[in-house]
């Protein structure tokens, strides 16, 4: 196994500490939000997403971005919807599985072109490997999108 695998962390139990510490402690929502957030960093020149949960490293993924002629863009943001199945409008109906949407029709999703992970390689959206974007859009969706920020990098 390499350095880049996902480590396993079984969602249900992170949410389920989380929230039920969230609640018995009465925690304000400044502290409450740091408890439970759930942060994807980017990183383009490593073509890397570390995912942290609640402050923790939890997964670390290969990624393709932007192609040549493409551009990611970088910044933080938090996603604004999610698709188990979503199909671009702008390229052709290429299928986006387990899609994330953090700015305009950028999205974090599925990619069949595993062999790309790890070099540059989309129209600019952040590609996982299917069983991490699985995992990845399970986070999302436990956490809730108010509690997701996707910071992308240099």
Known sequence: MT???ARFINIAAIAATGFSLMLAAGNAPAEASVSNEVV???Q???QTMQVSVGGRPTYEW???TAGKGYVTPTGSWKPYRMHEMWYSK???N????HSVFFTGGY???ATPHVK???????HGCIRLHPTNAEAFYTLVKTFGQQNTRIVIVQ
Request: glycine fraction near 4%; charge should be positive.
């Open 3 to 5: 350095a880049l695998t």
């Open 40 to 42: 994807a960093r980017v």
């Open 44 to 46: 383009l020149s490593t």
């Open 62 to 64: 290969k990624v393709s």
């Open 90 to 92: 702008k390229y052709d």
């Open 94 to 97: 290429a299928p986006m599985p």
């Open 107 to 109: 999205a974090v999703h």
């Open 116 to 122: 790309n992970l790890g070099r540059p390689a989309s």
